[in-house]
């Protein structure tokens, strides 16, 4: 027994993204539980040593075969209860697709069985997973405002 040693049982870290293009915004049907069927933005968990906006590019190619450039962080969402699986605590990027996806079709891959465009004013009619819904609304509040920064944004990409 290790006393005087604390055991720390903290947050899982993930990343999730929102795509708009055309008024309309990139979701997941996501392929297995929780929320199997539902729809969310593409998202993942961050792996050891991995930048988050990294984990987010990485997530949306691996569930939609497209690259992406981040513009925007619009929240961090931790609510203990968001996931049934434990406390995870997502980072939600706004990104858009980049030149060399620009004209490519998004192909589901990874954890995501289909892929489908939502128009935005019509969105909140569909079955989302996980707090995705709640992400959409505040999404939706965050277009008049813009107010966000991380810290590698400004950084020249060689």
């Known amino acids: 027994m290790n006393e005087g040693k604390q055991q720390h049982k903290n947050p899982i870290p993930t990343v999730d ?10 979701l997941i049907e996501r392929k297995k539980d929780p ?22 590019v990485r997530e ?12 925007h962080i619009l929240g961090v969402y ?3 209860t968001r996931d049934p699986r434990g406390h995870m605590m997502s980072t939600v990027f706004i990104g858009k697709i980049s030149d060399k996806s620009d004209k490519k079709e998004p192909m589901a891959g990874d954890d995501a069985a289909a ?5 935005l004013e019509t969105v909140e009619d569909e079955s989302f997973g996980f ?12 277009k008049q405002s813009k107010q966000t920064s991380w810290s590698s944004k400004n950084e020249k990409k060689e």
């Open 60 to 71: 949306v190619k691996e569930e939609t075969s497209l690259d992406i450039e981040l513009d």
């Open 115 to 119: 892929i489908k465009w939502v128009d």
């Open 35 to 56: 929320f199997k069927e539902e729809l969310v933005f593409p998202g993942g968990f961050i792996n050891e040593g991995e930048r988050v906006e990294d984990a987010a």
């Open 131 to 142: 707090d995705h819904k709640k992400i959409l609304m505040d999404y939706k509040e965050w």
């Open 78 to 80: 931790s609510d203990p």
């Open 17 to 26: 993204t929102i795509i708009e293009k055309d008024s309309q915004v990139l």
